[in-house]
């Protein structure tokens, strides 16, 4: 811990919530200060299994965290159902938010949340790790550049996950690669999945942007094996990866590049292979997003600078799609106007 | 030139025409016989541009082809609109049809070809390579290896080119994977492209197979560069591949495997990285395709068998299931139940 890091304290003892912590302990800019949970014991527990620092505070309640004057930010897991009442009082307790996906159930229930940290002055971020890594910087430079790349008209992504879980990730991809700009018209694919309580085990959707040309599709399925592929496809080139939110290792990621394609004479091969572009990570892409945080919070903290639009802006626009798509599904695969 | 080898003519002078002339010559048990064109001068041009040797006769119509008694079957390059009327002509005629895709305008066109193929003893294929090509049996071996794959449950495909031209492929190799089973529900994707003839430039659909949980979809554009994606998910691993209908190159071919693949601890990495499996190719898939077919007119004209009913009842399913998803374009991305 350094005198001028920025103290996280983390709201519950969710898996997601080892990986996180790690993340907090990586970023240079950052440290993790308190967890609290409903139960002392299980707090204590949780920091014991995961080999907390003992100058940690443990805290038996999540209140206890909001009220502490030292904390800065709060890391918070909990399941989406509490996010509203939750991400409202830590903002109201001048607690900067860093909130795991899904963000809420709907855009008003994550506009709640959004008002509070602007009302407040807090920084707002989505726990969308990917976004973080230099791979995904790198991508979007190649899908800039026209000569390699041309316009993008279909981006297409198939990932492993329900809607609201994976979903996020597959939405949030699409409009990464459009640079936000929302389709016109979102619907689901016909085939949807559903567990007797109803919830979605597997669904998909299609988005149209209409007249700029662009495309794009997803598939989310809790019953297919690991997958996290995303496909760019441009008029010049294309850009594979099969490990978009994960990456298969943390020093490094790549993807695959193929500009200018064409076929060989007689149609028997390629010109051109797919190049292998890889790129290196210096920290996992989970402590680079807790970094990124971390900057904002110390630019507002001691730099009096207001909170960073971007963030939220990312997280309403994949919340606003996300409601379309489940709109769509509850009228039986109709397609719905943004 | 064997003495027992099939004797190919060809009608029309097509730049795929190109392909697989030299992928007559390469099979071994086939030869190159005839071409004929509208005009004796194409006919000439062609066989010189190509260096057809000297022994292949030069036709000045299709009809001198047809009529020719030493031709054993043709392979039939025309536009699709010509594909009943020249089709049906050569079936009478007593010549094998290898029928260049799409086979038809609709799947009763088809069937009157299929049917004069039948009332004439002679053996049917389209002109879909990749079937031949020995990854694609390797594939299918992965694909039936439910320990390292489990059950297929959304085969995805996205590939360049209209609907016609590479929907048929598309739908192809869904069906392929799926063991030929027809989807109960095809709908198109929202995003349908037309130039101002109204010609096709990019579309896409998803199927759904109902109660056995599959679900396919795929988007193929014109608009892209060069890309021939298919992706197969099952419950327990994944095969992507980006070369499906053209490989990288003759000798060999590859796709990525991924089986029993999980998320490391704190979900920082994967258990298991797909393997690349390479599979060799003695001649290119075209030629497969060619002694293949080749093969089974031999079984016709020397030993007396039936024509092998697998290779028409393929081309009619993927007609069937792209005629459905052109009414589902008709009106208007409504799902249509096959």
Redo the contacts between chains.
């Keep these: 811990m350094t005198e001028n890091s920025i103290k996280f304290g983390i709201l519950g003892c969710a898996q ?1 919530a ?2 996180v912590s ?1 993340a907090i302990h990586l970023s240079p800019n950052s440290t993790l200060y308190a967890i609290g949970s409903r139960s002392i014991e299980k707090a204590n527990k949780f920091a014991a299994d995961n080999g907390f620092p003992e100058t940690v505070k443990i805290y038996g309640s999540y209140n206890e965290v909001l009220n502490d004057p030292d904390v800065d930010a709060v890391y918070m897991p909990l399941p989406t159902t509490l996010h509203v009442h939750w991400g409202v009082l830590a903002a109201e307790k001048k607690k900067h938010l860093l909130l795991e996906k899904p963000t809420a159930l709907s855009v008003a229930d994550l506009d709640l949340i959004l008002e509070a940290c602007r009302a407040n002055g807090v920084q707002f971020m989505d726990g969308s790790m990917w976004l973080h890594h230099p791979r995904t910087a790198k991508m979007k430079d190649m899908l800039r550049d026209t000569q390699l790349f ?1 316009q993008l ?2 981006p ?1 992504l ?1 990932s492993l996950g329900a809607l609201g879980d994976v979903g996020w990730y597959c939405i949030g991809a699409i409009l990464w690669a459009t640079d936000y700009k929302l389709p016109k ?1 979102v ?1 689901t ?3 949807l ?1 559903c567990n007797q309580q109803g919830v979605i085990l ?1 669904c ?1 959707a ?3 942007w209409g007249e700029d ?1 662009k ?1 794009a ?1 997803f ?1 989310c ?1 809790f ?5 996290m ?1 995303l ?1 760019l ?6 850009i ?1 990866l ?2 978009f939110t ?5 020093s490094s990621a790549s993807c ?1 590049l ?6 060989a004479e ?5 010109t051109v ?2 190049v292998k572009v890889q790129v290196a990570s210096e920290l ?1 892409q ?1 402590a680079l997003m807790v970094q990124e945080f971390a900057r904002l919070v110390e630019n507002i903290k001691k730099n009096g600078k207001s909170p960073d639009g971007k963030w939220p802006e990312i997280s309403r626009k994949t919340q606003l799609v996300l409601d379309a798509v489940g709109k769509s599904i509850e009228l039986g ?1 109709k ?1 719905v106007d943004i």
Tied chains: 1, 2.
């Design positions: 997601i080892r990986k790690r041309g008209n279909s297409d198939d018209t619907c694919l016909p085939k999945t597997a998909g299609s988005f149209d040309g495309a599709t598939y399925s019953l297919s094996n690991v997958s592929d496909v496809y441009g008029t010049n080139g294309s594979h099969e490990d994960i990456p298969y290792e943390e695959d193929s500009s200018g394609a064409n076929f007689l149609q028997v091969g390629w292979k797919p996992p989970e695969c397609p």
